[in-house]
């Protein structure tokens, strides 16, 4: 059998968590998988993987030898592409994840663009705002926003989201306008959005000359997707801060209306994230600069 493809496939087991996974991102069968990394047991004589009904743990002499196979395939796919000009023309599959709204307003209404300058590009585009395992599920790089939470992975910040608070003008027909962050929580409704890792809704935050004031908000829904965001306010539901890049095109159309435009809104850090230990290929690195670019020209994000 190939030993580098029994040594990829071995990596890749311990990197999904289980042979089932590593068998559908691989697009092998289940059998051929297990197979292969038996083959690399046997020919080592030693035990790499703990295989227990619901998941595959790494013994010590499996975790040495992942550690050292896996920069050397590194330096063989950095071989690969310097001998087949894989710079110059990137080519492949590609999956990556990118939250609701970025997707849906940003990233693909100038995918054109994209398939114009790589058109060998394959992208499979995982659309959600909840948080993924990168190395589990084989996504090679996601676009977040917020402060980033796990620490071993790599990031490069790409942008930086602006917020505007907002409200639907059926909304402060009936309900009027806020003259303070804190009547948030007093006499208005809010809309909510909340962490799909922990459940726990985020603070409205607002600052004014040197002044922050944080309001939980008294809301009757709240949602844990962008764009689900968007619309409960549209329809009225209550006062909301959402991307200006959301907004302003609403705010143009009269479907929206600022309020509380006085105080300033944080903004949130965009990142282009990526597991540590996955070679970052040409067309990774393409993805990755025509993001920065195109968030560089967008007038609602700042550097």
Wanted: glycine share 6%.
């Amino acid at each position: 059998m190939d030993q580098i493809q029994s040594i990829r496939v071995f990596a890749r087991v311990v990197e999904a968590g289980t042979f089932t996974k590593a068998a559908e991102s691989l697009d092998l069968p289940k059998g051929t998988v297990t197979k292969l990394v038996q083959h690399l047991e046997s020919r080592l004589k030693v035990k790499l993987l703990n295989r227990t009904t619901r998941r595959v743990t790494v013994t010590p002499d499996g975790a040495a030898y992942y550690e050292r196979t896996t920069r050397l395939l590194h330096d063989l796919d950095d071989i690969d592409a310097s001998m087949t000009n894989a710079q110059a023309s990137p080519s492949g599959r590609l999956r990556v994840d990118v939250g609701a709204s970025v997707a849906q307003l940003i990233i693909i209404p100038a995918l054109a663009d994209f398939y114009r300058r790589y058109p060998d590009i394959q992208l499979d585009l995982g659309v959600t705002d909840r948080p993924v395992d990168l190395i589990a599920d084989n996504v090679d790089c996601v676009i977040r926003g917020g402060e980033l939470l796990e620490q071993s992975l790599v990031a490069r910040r790409v942008g930086n989201m602006r917020l505007m608070a907002v409200a639907s003008p059926a909304y402060l027909k009936a309900h009027g306008r806020p003259a303070h962050p804190s009547e948030l929580e007093s006499q208005h409704t809010t809309v909510n959005f909340f962490s799909s890792r922990t459940g726990r809704p985020y603070a409205h935050v607002f600052e004014k000359d040197g002044e922050t004031v944080e309001v939980a908000g008294r809301y009757k829904v709240s949602v844990n997707e962008s764009n689900a965001l968007t619309a409960s306010v549209l329809a009225g539901l209550g006062v909301s801060q959402i991307g200006a890049f959301a907004a302003v095109p609403l705010l143009e159309r009269g479907e929206l209306e600022q309020v509380l435009s006085d105080w300033t809104c944080p903004t949130i850090p965009l990142y282009v994230v990526y597991p540590p230990n996955r070679h970052l290929s040409a067309k990774v690195r393409a993805f990755v600069e025509w993001v920065a670019d195109l968030l560089s020209r967008n007038p609602q994000m700042s550097r």
